[in-house]
């Protein structure tokens, strides 16, 4: 499953508010307060969160507000507060002019951070292919606890931030809160028009959070689909939506964070136990949404979210709110079986039926009662790509192209222009996804086949004629080729520090579900989105079991009994940066009778030197090696149990290319290793303290040390994270089955504190350059001024908590923050096109503070810039901590 979403885009055009700290005193001392997104986020202009010192409840918010207002209303028009928080965050949202400057806001007293408001999108693939629902279910063990334990979630409270849902779908309980409705509380927020990017959005909530999205109903049935079609997980959960998403606008779904939080805030006042997010984006836990979200696991409340959608950019791309502290974050992994329209092949060489995808046009079935012929696409160069004007006649038949090299609008564009009426891209790597047609010239279907099917159809058009059939509504299940495997969309962890992200993954590629039935009842989709409301389900089944379970004890039972994914080709387990524990297991979970604490073991600085004594571990080099305390508690309170322990080595995962450069989809150990694959290249644990005959008493706990080497045979400028699980296998007396418990763990190889988080020097970055993005020769006389510029260009590869950007003269003293000098809470750039760089103006305004309100009379001169980039966990407060960049010599006029 490939996935095109993206909740963020970083535009080079797009300049937000500058926001900076005084350059000498704050950077001494004081927290900058008014944060900004890089240029790009999509954010609303004249909308702010202002965060207040203190806990939530801790502060007169409506006081704060009140004052806020009385200090701005005269000088400013349209400023409004809008939502005021105080359960889960401490402060209110703002809506004013959207030249109205946040530092005035900042300046207030008691006030924190002034954040911008983030607009994000639903993180959602629509109808790819539909697929067999119960399948699922034997997989994760929810068969067998609804079957054999009984439980179904009666009696827990699940809350849904969403899109809204169709409660008149005949499996989502045809009811809104009546008696004994599966629905008993939510609202919405936002009515029919919102539209987040409206200067001025309209908020018309009605009476019922009624879906016109179909997001939050598929979301729904996953959790709580009432049969026979879609049968959910927790089939007896009473069940709440918010709703924050409005209709789509140009195919998107949109809401922004200020929602979020009045959603998530509104669903504690009505006591879920568990809150369910299928969304998110950025990529910190300082994130407002990522905040609220912290202090609702803190007062008792489970939390999931999805990790997100960014899997094809790498490393570091979980999401907020899923990087909240506590926050149970959910990876996604692919049906085992796909359901979808289907096509019969009639062919001398044999007929066969194969599965398609959803028409990327979807506007645009692809329905072919009667036979036409079907012509594969090939050009004088023997091409079959379908991306240059094709010169072969395709009137009447439907065009088979490869996938590649060009956009699916333009190859539907060549095979019509050449008569096609109808087209079948297949695929060219393993696995199916939805593709997308949005060019409106295009007026004939066009679908997407496998690999290996479009193998099959080409080999049979060497033999002869060739024709297919697709009658409507006719639907066929085949198994997945990526059945059980990651979804390739699913984001990687870790958060910025180091915290583990994911924590589980769930079935979240190819998900078969309930949808409005103005839109026809069912479809499929893919996401992220798909897996947490999963999670979410088989977390009301294990509270139902375990109603005194903590937050924390739910987070340790379903990670301790998740089952780690093989890597198909390296036969290693998938590094707990991609899968967390791996795939939920709600069985084991419920019936484990032991507890391994803590349950997921990041990583994030290690000793380094000799290691001895520890048995079973011999090298005479200096080692990366990290002490780790686990507890394994027996929670059988009649018998004993024999522990044993293993270790099952995750491949390790590096952004880097062996020059240096980046990779988006990571490299992994061993699998693409050509030297040696000694034990050294692999991450070691050792727990001297157990041996064969080691047990723990019935009812009792034992603490043991685990050292875990960092596989020190690789080289530390390959930049690789390592992991692993941690196995305990406890056996009880006199019974002979035993069961397992895992603990991942992950690291990095080598001090993670020094690593470079700006993009290698090679790859031409920071670069200076016009507005337009020409470079700059260097040395340059380019003379920078209002009306002619220079724009620093700049890119992360590992998110940073601060990037300032100053000004120096000659003799290397600091004027001041060049425009977007100031950059707090950085997420790593995605290297597409879109999200490839971060820039900052020299425009002849330079700032003493961070917020930008002190402007410095500029001489005539010779500048540099000054790029000081703070490495992980560093020290704000110390440029020794930072990755420093100065830039050519230039004049400002
Ligand atoms: C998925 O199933 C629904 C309902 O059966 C159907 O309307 C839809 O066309 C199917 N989608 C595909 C891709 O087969
Ligand atoms: C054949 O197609 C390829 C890509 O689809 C294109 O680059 C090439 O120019 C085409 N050749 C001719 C002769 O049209
Ligand atoms: C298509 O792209 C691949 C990979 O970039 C390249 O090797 C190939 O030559 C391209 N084919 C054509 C016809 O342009
Ligand atoms: C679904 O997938 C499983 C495992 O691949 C397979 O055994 C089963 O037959 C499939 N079901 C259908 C209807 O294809
Ligand atoms: C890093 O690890 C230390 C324990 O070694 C812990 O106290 C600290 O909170 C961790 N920091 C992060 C950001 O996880
Ligand atoms: C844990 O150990 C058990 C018993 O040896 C084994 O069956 C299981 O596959 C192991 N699990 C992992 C993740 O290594
Ligand atoms: C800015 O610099 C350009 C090129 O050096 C020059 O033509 C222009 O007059 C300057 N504008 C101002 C406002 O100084
Ligand atoms: C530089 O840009 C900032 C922010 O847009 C603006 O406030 C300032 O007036 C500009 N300076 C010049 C000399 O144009
Ligand atoms: C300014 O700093 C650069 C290094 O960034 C150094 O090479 C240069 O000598 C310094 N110039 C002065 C005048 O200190």
Redesign the pocket.
């Known amino acids: 499953m490939r996935v095109t979403s993206s909740a963020f885009l970083f535009l080079l055009a797009a300049l937000g508010q500058q926001t900076t700290q005084a350059l000498s005193s704050d950077v001494q001392g004081a927290i900058q307060r008014v944060v900004k997104y890089p240029a790009g986020v999509n954010i609303k202009p004249g909308s702010f969160i202002v965060e207040l010192e203190g806990e939530p409840g801790s502060t007169d918010v409506r006081a704060a507000a009140t004052s806020a207002t009385s200090s701005f209303a005269k000088s400013v028009p349209k400023f409004i507060v809008d939502k005021q928080y105080n359960t889960l965050f401490n402060g209110y949202s703002v809506r004013a002019d959207k030249n109205f400057d946040p530092a005035q806001l900042a300046s207030l007293p008691g006030v924190k951070r002034v954040w911008p408001v983030k607009i994000l999108t639903i993180p959602v693939q629509t109808s790819p292919v539909n697929i067999?629902y119960p399948?699922l279910h034997h997989a994760t063990g929810v068969d067998a606890v609804v079957q054999n334990l009984g439980f179904t979630g009666k009696g827990l409270k699940i809350g849904i931030i969403d899109s809204g849902v169709d409660f008149n779908h005949p499996e989502l309980g045809n009811c809104w809160k009546t008696s004994g409705c599966m629905w008993q509380f939510g609202s919405d927020f936002v009515g029919d028009l919102y539209n987040p990017n409206d200067a001025n959005p309209i908020i018309t909530p009605g009476p019922y959070p009624m879906d016109c999205a179909g997001h939050g109903t598929h979301v729904a049935g996953i959790i709580a689909g009432q049969g026979p079609t879609v049968i959910g997980v927790a089939q007896d959960a009473t069940m709440g939506m918010y709703r924050i998403f409005s209709c789509p606008v140009d195919g998107n779904v949109s809401s922004s964070d200020d929602l979020i939080i009045s959603g998530i805030e509104a669903a504690y006042r009505d006591g879920v136990d568990i809150m369910s997010l299928s969304l998110g984006g950025g990529g910190w836990p300082e994130d407002p949404t990522a905040v609220a979200c912290s202090n609702m696991v803190k007062k008792g409340v489970v939390v999931v979210a999805a990790n997100g959608n960014e899997g094809a950019a790498g490393l570091f791309t979980a999401g907020s709110p899923a990087l909240g502290q506590g926050v149970i974050s959910v990876g996604s992994i692919d049906n085992?079986?796909n359901t979808g329209g289907a096509i019969d092949i009639i062919a001398g060489a044999g007929d066969k039926s194969i599965s398609s995808s959803t028409p990327g046009n979807a506007d645009v079935p692809f329905v072919f009662p009667d036979p036409v012929s079907l012509a594969g696409v090939s050009n004088s160069t023997n091409s079959n790509l379908g991306c240059a004007t094709i010169s072969q006649d395709l009137k009447g038949k439907v065009a088979l192209v490869q996938r590649g090299n060009c956009t699916f609008n333009e190859k539907a564009v060549n095979a019509q222009a050449a008569g096609a009426v109808g087209v079948i891209i297949y695929n060219n790597v393993v696995g199916m996804f939805s593709p997308s047609v949005t060019d409106e010239t295009v007026e004939i279907p066009l679908v997407l086949i496998s690999k290996d099917d479009g193998a099959y159809a080409v080999s049979a058009l060497t033999s002869g004629g060739v024709r297919i059939k697709a009658p409507k509504g006719s639907i066929i299940?085949?198994?997945s080729s990526t059945?059980g495997q990651m979804s390739d969309f699913s984001s990687y962890g870790p958060g910025p520090e180091l915290d583990m992200a994911p924590y589980i993954s769930a079935p979240g590629g190819n998900i078969y579900s309930t949808y409005p039935l103005k839109f026809g009842g069912y479809t499929s989709m893919s996401g992220t989105s798909m897996a947490t409301p999963y999670i979410s389900g088989t977390v009301a089944l294990l509270k139902q079991a375990f109603p005194s379970y903590s937050v924390s004890d739910i987070a340790q039972a379903l990670v301790n009994a998740a089952k780690p994914r093989d890597d198909q080709t390296s036969g290693k387990k998938i590094h707990p940066y991609w899968s967390g524990g791996g795939l939920v297991n709600i069985y084991d979970a419920i019936t484990a009778r032991a507890q391994v604490s803590p349950s997921l073991i990041p990583i994030n600085n290690t000793n380094h030197g000799r290691l001895s004594g520890v048995a079973g571990f011999s090298s005479s080099a200096n080692v990366r090696w990290a002490r780790r305390t686990v507890t394994i508690r027996n929670t059988d309170k009649r018998k004993s149990a024999r522990i044993s322990f293993s270790h099952s080595v995750a491949d390790s995962l590096t952004n880097s290319n062996a020059d240096g450069t980046f990779t988006a989809v990571p490299r992994v150990w061993p699998a693409d290793a050509s030297g040696s694959q000694d034990k050294s290249t692999l991450p070691q644990v050792y727990i001297p303290s157990l041996s064969g005959s080691s047990s723990v008493g019935a009812g009792k706990s034992r603490s043991v040390d685990v050292y875990i080497i960092s596989p020190y045979g690789l080289k530390e400028s390959g930049r690789w994270f390592y992991g692993g699980f941690l196995n305990f296998t406890l056996t009880w007396s006199g019974e002979s089955k035993a069961s397992s418990y895992v603990v991942p763990y992950a690291g990095f190889n080598g001090d993670y504190s020094k690593i470079d988080v700006l993009a290698d020097p090679s790859e031409g970055l920071p670069v200076l350059t016009d507005i337009n993005g020409k470079t700059l020769d260097s040395p340059t006389t380019f003379g920078a001024n209002g009306t002619n510029p220079i724009a620093v260009n700049w890119r992360l590869e590992v998110p940073s908590r601060l990037v300032t950007l100053s000004l120096q003269n000659t003799k290397n003293v600091t004027k001041g923050y060049i425009v977007g000098g100031y950059n707090p809470y950085v997420p790593r750039n995605q290297q597409t096109a879109d999200t490839y760089l971060y820039h900052g103006i020299v425009n002849g305004t330079v700032y003493s503070d961070a917020q930008g309100t002190k402007p410095v009379q500029l001489a005539r001169g010779i500048y540099t810039v000054r790029l000081d980039a703070l490495r992980p966990l560093g020290d704000a407060k110390s440029k020794s901590s930072c990755q420093t960049w100065v830039s050519p010599a230039f004049s400002v006029a």
């Open positions: 067999t399948y085992w079986n299940t085949v198994p059945a």
